[in-house]
């Protein structure tokens, strides 16, 4: 198993950036895809980013692309979501998933570990 802690969330104003980390602890990361979720009030939850066990290569939901970055560090078990451009519309409660899928995936299905989420809030 693995154990996965999300921090870095806060409140921000519109345009700002916030570094969102997901650390891991028990089993090593590079065993398992990495994604990143949330969660508004009212919503279902849906995808925002993801990258593969080597960090070659990475997805992103339309509504982030651009502004959003995911990377990994394996070395140090921890998987990053750097947030550019931020808008109120990107509010709400985000969360690492790590699975043990070879391919990049959008669905929560897909991913058997989460983190307890981060909360980010972005006033306009």
Partial sequence: QVQLVESGGGLVQAGDSLRLSCAASGRTL????????RQAPGKERE??????RSG??????DSVKGRFAISRDN???TVSLQMNSLKPEDTAVYYCAAGSVLRL???TTDYDYWGQG???TVSS
């Fill in 30 to 37: 590079s065993r398992y895809a990495v994604g990143w979720f």
């Fill in 47 to 52: 995808f925002v980013a993801a990258v593969t």
């Fill in 56 to 61: 070659g290569s990475t997805i992103y939901a």
């Fill in 75 to 77: 070395a140090k078990n």
């Fill in 105 to 107: 995936t959008t669905a």
């Fill in 118 to 120: 981060t909360q980010v």
